[in-house]
């Protein structure tokens, strides 16, 4: 299968993946906030919690088991999952749009993630990080595609690792006041975009020493 045939029916498969992930929010939304989202969270079953925490594990494991089995190589591997899961996460919001018209706007705070502890931010945010990583996939997959390969030394892995951590402490923070059941008010841009144009820079030095093989 060529590539192209195989990032359409990747986009397939994260798009309809995106709607399986919103509509159990719709779900969950509709028991816990029948008159709209809004912070601080309600009280929700220790059953409830950890189901959902299990779930969000497994989503990443399905994104992953998803990519392993669409390519070969393991560079390969890793774009696609970075790319699945760049499209999952994109149109996660835009059918909460469509069927909840949430979020209002690209400023609106929501829950991003559980693991390990609740990740709370603008909607602007993880969006942007999913469109980079959509980009980060198709590009990688198209050098690998013609036969070209960047090498993932151990400096690039340990950046791009920092600026994922950097990003995630963006997250985290504001979720320190979700999680003591406050409303998460400012956000740390300025480390946000640290760890951000960190991970960019580090990919875009990379990219340069592409190699054929």
Same mark, same amino acid.
Request: charged letters at 15%; glycine letters at 8%; aromatic letters at 18%.
């Given at each position: 299968?060529?590539? !192209?045939?195989?990032?359409?029916?990747?986009?397939?498969?994260?798009?309809? /993946?995106?709607?399986?992930?919103?509509?159990?929010?719709?779900?969950?939304?509709? =028991?816990?906030?029948?008159?709209? !989202?809004?912070?601080?969270?309600?009280? $929700?079953?220790?059953?409830?919690?950890?189901?959902?925490?299990?779930?969000? &594990?497994?989503?990443?494991?399905?994104?992953? &088991?998803?990519?392993?089995?669409?390519?070969?190589?393991?560079?390969?591997?890793?774009?696609? !999952?970075?790319?699945?899961?760049?499209?999952? @996460? $994109?149109?996660?919001?835009?059918?909460?749009?469509?069927? =909840?018209?949430?979020?209002?706007?690209?400023?609106?705070?929501?829950?991003? !993630? %559980? #693991?390990?502890?609740?990740?709370?931010?603008?909607?602007?945010?993880? *969006?942007?990080? +999913? &469109?980079?990583?959509?980009?980060?996939? #198709?590009? *990688?997959? +198209?050098?690998?595609?013609?036969?070209?390969? *960047? @090498?993932?030394?151990?400096?690039? $892995?340990?950046?791009?690792?920092?600026?994922?951590?950097?990003?995630?402490?963006? /997250?985290?923070?504001?979720?320190? @006041?979700? %999680?003591?059941?406050?409303?998460?008010?400012? /956000?740390?841009?300025?480390?946000?975009? +640290?760890?951000?144009?960190?991970? $960019?820079?580090?990919?875009?030095?990379?990219?340069?020493?592409?190699?054929?093989?």
């Amino acid at each position: 299968m060529g590539l !192209f045939r195989k990032l359409f029916w990747l986009l397939v498969w994260g798009i309809t /993946f995106g709607f399986i992930e919103s509509s159990v929010v719709v779900y969950l939304r509709a =028991l816990y906030y029948p008159e709209g !989202f809004a912070f601080p969270l309600v009280p $929700i079953e220790p059953k409830i919690l950890i189901n959902e925490i299990v779930r969000e &594990a497994t989503t990443l494991l399905i994104i992953w &088991a998803t990519a392993t089995l669409s390519f070969e190589r393991m560079q390969s591997k890793v774009a696609a !999952f970075f790319l699945l899961f760049g499209i999952w @996460d $994109i149109f996660y919001y835009v059918f909460l749009k469509i069927v =909840l018209d949430w979020p209002a706007s690209p400023m609106t705070w929501d829950i991003l !993630f %559980l #693991i390990p502890t609740p990740w709370a931010g603008p909607v602007w945010a993880p *969006v942007l990080v +999913a &469109a980079t990583l959509i980009v980060y996939g #198709i590009y *990688v997959l +198209a050098l690998n595609d013609r036969g070209q390969f *960047v @090498d993932f030394d151990r400096k690039f $892995i340990l950046l791009e690792l920092l600026a994922g951590v950097i990003i995630v402490g963006s /997250f985290i923070l504001p979720g320190i @006041d979700v %999680l003591e059941g406050g409303v998460p008010e400012n /956000f740390p841009a300025p480390l946000y975009w +640290a760890g951000y144009l960190l991970g $960019i820079l580090a990919f875009w030095k990379l990219c340069r020493q592409k190699r054929n093989i």
